[in-house]
Nanobody
């Protein structure tokens, strides 16, 4: 599985941005996909995920970010609204197999900078 994330950039506080992550290879709609982010000086943190049944969000982004998935296009999205400076981070998409060996795959990150 290969993942290609895009859509990062510079946005003002209060603005919006939409990230995309295109997956290729052996992709199954029941496997989980999601987004982590890594802010400067901090570790990587899970912020949103989705599988064939449910979605989940970190408290820090709940109500502002929406994760969605187009299974026909093998593309994962992260719509980010009401962005804050503390959302500044490198955003990484991932794919997690739901069957053994439960391999997790990562895309290269895309930088989101929220600043005036």
């Amino acid at each position: 599985v290969q993942l290609q994330a895009s859509g990062g950039g510079l946005v003002q506080p209060g603005g919006s941005l939409k990230l995309s992550c295109v997956a290729s290879g052996s992709i199954f709609s029941t496997d989980a996909m999601g987004w982590y982010r890594q802010a400067p000086g901090l570790g990587r943190a899970l912020i949103a995920r989705t599988d064939g049944h449910s979605t989940g969000y970190a408290d820090s982004v709940k109500g502002r970010f929406t994760v969605s998935r187009d299974n026909n296009e093998n593309t994962l999205y992260l719509e980010m609204n009401s962005l804050k400076p503390e959302d500044t981070a490198v955003y990484y998409c991932y794919y997690l197999e739901s069957n053994p060996p439960y391999q997790q795959y990562w895309g290269k990150g895309t930088l989101v900078t929220v600043s005036s």
